[in-house]
């Protein structure tokens, strides 16, 4: 689709009030298209030769799983992330997507060739199953570097997280489920949304004792009650300090991990294995380093790697590939060498946003593409978002008492916990710094109404955000469940604000008000 | 039954924070703590001069402020006692001994702090957030001996030379006991046929010596204690049902009048304010340092529901199950604060498992901080009450059917 100023790229014409996917895929340009068709063609052979060794247990899945079919829409998901895009930023999203999903297809065949409930005479499925530790979802599982024999999963990754950003539609059922059951509304949908996947046995069976958390909030620690009651399997609890700023509080988060480890060495008959844990470490420092290289671009007045293909990918990279995949940090390589070409292109062409914004609270998951949206509509760059500032601190590579030291801080500090615990400076003081930082003037502040974390909070940020002359937009929005507040109602936020207070044009008035609220 | 004699006293002292007894307490030199939390140990918030007094907001309306600071869609307790602090309710406070426990209370606190609620003539005044672990082994034990010795010890003795020592600690748990003592022997007349204590006079002595020095209360106690023995019940009962409360924070004693003017009379209250866990006494050996070891009984004895541990949740079901057969009850109420999403999930999940596995009929309801009023609450009550009722008209009937073909 060519650029018009008057209906700049019409994106909006894209979609349809009546259809799940798009009406046809978006013209960027013949290099453009060629290129995001080659990658079209390259996830659909990453998906299938992952998960074609499995596709007798992927056809039960689709029957015996209701989230299963989510994932049949994955490329449309990609999609929804890259349109709009050109050049540079187009293939960073799709290579840091990409870097996500061949991690998500090992992880989804991982799961269907251990799953009991899909094979549930197979000596090798429970051979596998004996060998697996399943975690609680809100969690690195970094410690998994130091068993090189046993498989960690995050259970309810695949199940409720993951096919909730895949497909707006996939949790209903389980929130639904769950409240029917009894839990109140007003909690947050995604610990209601796995709660609600016990409820219905919707789980698959994979692993031979579980690891709960207490990570970013009441919900997620409340879910562990239904979590081990459901699963039914030896459990053990890793609940980092809630004060994790506090030096004195490092002696027990050290020993609380370290239980971890024992429990796993106890249930599983294994030895922690140091060389082969420092091996992972030294991928996570690697990774970090990219993590930090991106950012740093990101201050300049030319940032790159923006918006959900920033985000995603290192809540993915840091709390579910959590080092154990060598390939992530290869990709990152190609991706920042990529970038650095990228920077100095628009360095040349003086290339500035329009506007710089930072993302802050926990997104949306079935609007991960919302950065993008203000990025066509309004010209709003998206510089980071909160969830993706999670530890980024340097591990030690080599002393095994200090390395602890660091990982139970990066415990502390995994996705949504670096900010909702350990106080408000984390949440308020944390923004102001990084607008500084980053030089952003506006916050897009996500008003998840069932997070009474920062609920907690809103009248501090108003207030503080008056104070430094910074553009708050408040963008209401219910986590897991678009009913209670639509993609469309979270747009019409942002355009309310640009044409009150900026008086801005929009970039594409076509993205102003468009219907999508039954697109995956 | 003739009304106690002091209860009239004793609910005047719940009308507020800043209540008769505390403003005694302060003209005499005492250092007045608060407190919201059964996670921040209590009897370590009476050593030497201090006092601990638990935070209420009675008489509660309006939270217009702090629902402007916390959002709608928080705990209204926690809003209630950010409003109420920033209507100026707390300033008589000499310390607040916060802990981060729940999201919303601990928001709560961090609002009072950053909007400045304490009396800024008050030099020696600090705020303190405990990090409670979620664990209650060894290891959870260690750390809230540091976190409290750091964070509430310490500044109590460099801000207000209060002595900390062992010998203290012995002294407070000694007067803690004395009260825990008396609380559960006043509430042991709960547990006769036709108990000669409602739930409501029960909650009212409770309270009082939750949010009152108890060195002003003790002797009114005992008297209460005295008078209970010889207290004659109504000649009819004026309850259809007995049941256990449990669930969440419940420090406003027209829940309980509520409930038992809908006939259900309360003869247990497990839930955060109520006695269950709370007015245990706390037994100290020699040969251990008393702070540890009051330390290990609170967080042994603890059943809240942040702990997730699989022996914690087996442990609050368990008990909800004892104090039922214990306390001769016909069923549970589960109840959580609106917005309370540890007790969400709980209730739910409980609620379920009482009535499936352990054949307790339960209710489950969620509720406003100040429910008096509320219709509704009164009639889920009332036909709980009904059903129980039916229960046991069913019951008997089937033992009658059961014993006449044994004939």
């Known amino acids: ?520 | 039954m003739k009304d106690l004699k002091h209860l009239y006293y004793f609910e005047n002292l719940l009308t507020e924070a800043n209540n008769e007894l505390v403003r005694q307490a302060k003209a005499e030199g005492g250092i007045a703590v608060g407190y919201t939390c059964f996670h921040m140990p209590e009897v370590l918030l009476n050593l030497d001069r201090c006092f601990s007094v638990r935070l209420r907001a009675p008489r509660t309306g309006s939270m217009e402020m702090a629902t402007y600071y916390m959002s709608n869609s928080t705990c209204e307790y926690a809003r209630a006692l950010l409003e109420r602090g920033l209507e100026g309710g707390y300033r008589f406070l000499d310390a607040m001994a916060g802990v981060d426990v729940c999201e919303c209370m601990n928001r709560s606190m961090e609002n009072m702090e950053l909007l400045d609620v304490a009396d800024p003539d008050k030099k020696g005044f600090f705020w303190c957030n405990l990090d409670s672990p979620c664990h209650d082994n060894e290891d959870a034990v260690a750390h809230v001996v540091e976190q409290v010795t750091r964070k509430v010890l310490k500044p109590l003795h460099e801000n207000y030379g209060v002595d900390i020592s062992d010998a203290a600690i012995r002294k407070a748990v000694d007067e803690h006991n004395e009260i825990c003592r008396l609380i559960t022997q006043i509430g042991e007349y709960r547990k006769l046929d036709n108990p000669t204590i409602t739930g409501y006079e029960f909650h009212i002595l409770t309270l009082a010596t939750y949010v009152c020095p108890k060195y002003l209360i003790v002797d009114k106690l005992r008297q209460t204690l005295e008078e209970l023995k010889t207290r004659e019940p109504d000649s009819k009962k004026r309850f259809r049902a007995k049941v256990v409360l449990v669930g969440s924070e419940i420090d406003d004693p027209e829940l309980i009048s509520l409930i038992e003017d809908s006939g259900a009379l309360v003869v247990a209250d497990r839930f955060c304010y109520g006695s269950i866990p709370g007015r245990q006494e706390i037994r100290l050996t020699d040969g251990e340092d008393a702070l540890t070891q009051v330390v290990r009984d609170y967080l042994h004895a603890t059943l809240c529901v942040r702990h997730v541990e699989p022996h914690k949740i087996q442990k609050r079901l368990d008990t909800a199950a004892q104090l039922c057969q214990d306390f001769h009850a016909d069923g549970i109420i589960y109840e959580q604060i609106k917005f309370c999403t540890y007790w969400s999930y709980e209730r739910a999940l409980a609620s379920h498992i009482m009535a499936d596995e352990y054949h307790i009929p339960t209710l489950s309801i969620d509720r406003p901080y100040m429910s008096r009023t509320s219709g509704q609450l009164r009639t889920r009550v009332q036909a709980f009450v009904e059903s129980l009722e039916i229960k046991k008209i069913r019951a008997a009937k089937a033992q009658k059917e059961e014993a006449s073909h044994g004939v």
């Open chain 1, 1 to 520: 689709m060519a650029y018009d100023p008057k209906t700049g790229k019409g994106l909006g014409r894209l979609y349809s009030g009546d259809m799940h996917c798009t009406k046809r895929r978006e013209w960027k340009g013949l290099k453009d298209t060629l290129y995001d068709y080659f990658r079209w063609l390259k996830l659909l052979w990453l998906l299938g030769s992952t998960l074609a060794p499995v596709l007798p247990q992927l056809m039960k899945a689709l029957k015996r799983y209701r989230w299963m079919a989510s994932y049949l829409t994955t490329p449309a998901f990609v999609d929804r992330h890259t349109i709009g895009l050109r050049g540079y930023e187009l293939r960073y999203t799709h290579m840091q997507f990409y870097a996500v999903l061949q991690n998500s297809a090992r992880m989804i065949k991982e799961m269907l060739e251990r799953d009991e409930n899909l094979n549930p005479k197979s000596k090798k499925a429970a051979a596998l199953r004996a060998k697996t530790v399943i975690f609680d979802e809100m969690m690195p599982i970094q410690i998994m570097n130091g068993f090189p024999t046993l498989k960690g999963i995050l259970i309810q990754m695949v199940p409720v997280f993951m096919a909730g950003e895949v497909d707006q539609l996939a949790n209903m059922y389980y929130i639904d489920a769950i409240e029917h059951f009894g839990l109140a509304p007003d909690v947050c949908p995604l610990p209601a949304a796995e709660a609600g996947c016990c409820v219905v046995d919707d789980y698959p069976r994979i692993g031979a004792a579980y690891i709960g958390s207490s990570m970013p909030c009441d919900g997620s620690v409340a879910t562990n009650m239904y979590s081990q009651r459901y699963f039914k399997l030896p459990t053990y609890t890793i609940a980092p300090p809630q004060r994790f700023n506090e030096p004195e509080v490092q002696e027990y988060a050290v020993k609380n991990l370290w239980g971890a480890v024992e429990f796993i060495e106890k249930q599983f008959n294994v030895k922690f294995d140091w060389d082969a844990f420092f091996a992972g470490v030294k991928r996570y420092n690697t990774e970090t380093k990219y993590m930090l290289e991106k950012w740093d671009v990101n201050c300049t007045p030319y940032p790159q790697i923006c918006g959900a293909a920033l985000a995603l990918h290192r809540e993915y990279e840091m709390q579910i590939a959590s080092a154990l995949d060598p390939r992530m940090a290869k990709l990152d390589a190609k991706t920042c060498k990529l970038m650095q070409k990228g920077y100095e292109h628009d360095k040349k062409k003086d290339l500035q946003a329009k506007y710089r914004a930072i993302v802050w609270s926990c997104p949306a998951h079935y609007y991960s593409n919302f950065t993008y949206w203000a990025e066509n509509c309004w010209g709003i760059k998206t510089l980071v978002d909160m969830e993706c500032m999670l530890s980024h601190h340097f591990y030690d590579e080599h002393d095994k008492k200090q390395v602890l030291v660091d990982m139970a801080r990066g415990y502390e500090r995994m996705t949504m916990r670096s900010h909702s615990n350990g106080g408000y400076i984390n949440a308020l003081d944390e923004c102001w710094k990084m607008c500084e930082k980053f030089n952003a003037n506006i916050v897009f502040m996500y008003n998840h109404v069932s997070c009474k974390n920062f609920a907690g909070l809103q009248g501090l940020f108003e207030d503080q955000a008056r104070e430094r002359g910074i553009h708050l937009i408040w963008v209401e929005h219910d986590l897991m469940d678009p009913r209670t507040v639509s993609r469309k109602a979270m747009r019409d936020r942002v355009n309310r604000y640009m044409t009150t207070v900026f008086r801005a044009e929009p970039l594409d008035p076509t993205l102003m008000d468009y219907d999508d609220e039954l697109t995956w």
